[in-house]
C-alpha cells in the first residue's frame, strides 16, 4: 500500500525567505507526483505535475522536483509572500486505479 | 462554465436519511473520484470510477454507493447517513487512455454534516 509522507507539519517564515517542504513516498512504481495548494475551508489547487520520467518542474516561485528511485519529492517556493501561506498537500498517481494517495501536508505561514 | 462542480457546496443532514452529492465535469475526462477530508485522517478515496458504467472501491467505501451512466457525472449516495461521515468529500477527474501522466483537478467540495 502506497504511502506518502509529508515533513515538516506546520512551517512559519518571515517574507522573503526561500523554503523547502518535504514528500516521501514508499512505492516508487509511480506515473507521476502533484503538488497541490489548500486554503482553508476550500478545494485544492494544483501548483505543479512531475511525471514520472521528469526530475523537475517549474511554474514562477515554484519549483518541484523529482526523484523517483528514492521515492522523494521537494516543493521549493522562492521569496515567500504572505500570500502563500496555505496548507501545501504532495500527492503521488499510482496503481491499476491511478489514484491520488495524498500525504497529510505542510501548514504554511509567511509572516509580513 | 469548463470545470469541475460539486453540488450542494453545504448541506445539512439527519442520520439515517439518505443524501446525494453531485458532481460534473465538463472536460469528459475518464476518471473521477470522491474523496473525503478529515482531520487527523487526510484525504482518503471513497470510490472512483474509470470510465462510465466502471466503478470500483477505494480505501474507505463503506456506507456509500456511487453511479456513472454517464461520462460527465458521478454522484456519490450516502444510503443511511451517519454521524462518521461528517466530513468535507471533494470530487476529482483526470484523464486517461494512452495519456497516462495527467493532473487531476478537484472541486471545490461539499461540507457535509449528518446531526
Known amino acids: ?112 | 462554465d469548463a470545470g469541475i462542480t460539486q453540488s450542494p457546496r453545504y448541506k445539512i443532514t439527519e442520520t439515517g436519511r439518505q443524501v446525494t452529492l453531485m458532481c460534473h465535469q465538463t472536460w469528459s475526462h475518464s476518471y473521477m473520484f470522491w474523496y473525503r477530508q478529515d482531520l487527523g485522517h487526510g484525504l482518503r478515496l471513497i470510490y472512483y470510477s474509470a470510465a462510465a458504467d466502471i466503478t470500483d472501491k477505494g480505501e474507505v467505501p463503506d456506507g456509500y454507493v456511487v453511479s456513472r451512466s454517464k461520462t460527465e457525472n458521478f454522484p456519490l449516495t450516502l444510503e443511511s447517513a451517519t454521524r462518521s461521515q461528517t466530513s468535507v468529500y471533494f470530487c476529482a477527474s483526470s484523464e486517461s487512455g494512452g495519456k497516462m501522466n495527467t493532473e487531476a483537478f478537484f472541486g471545490q467540495g461539499t461540507r457535509l454534516t449528518v446531526v
Open chain 1, 1 to 112: 500500500k502506497q504511502e506518502v509522507t509529508q515533513i515538516p507539519a506546520a512551517l512559519s517564515v518571515p517574507e522573503g525567505e526561500n523554503l523547502v517542504l518535504n514528500c516521501s513516498f514508499t512505492d516508487s512504481a509511480i506515473y507521476n507526483l502533484q503538488w497541490f495548494r489548500q486554503d482553508p475551508g476550500k478545494g485544492l489547487t494544483s501548483l505543479l505535475l512531475i511525471q514520472s520520467s521528469q526530475r523537475e518542474q517549474t511554474s514562477g516561485r515554484l519549483n518541484a522536483s523529482l526523484d523517483k528511485s528514492s521515492g522523494r519529492s521537494t516543493l521549493y517556493i522562492a521569496a515567500s509572500q504572505p500570500g502563500d501561506s496555505a496548507t501545501y498537500l504532495c500527492a503521488v498517481v499510482s496503481g491499476s486505479a491511478r489514484q491520488l494517495t495524498f500525504g497529510s501536508g505542510t501548514q504554511l505561514t509567511v509572516l509580513p
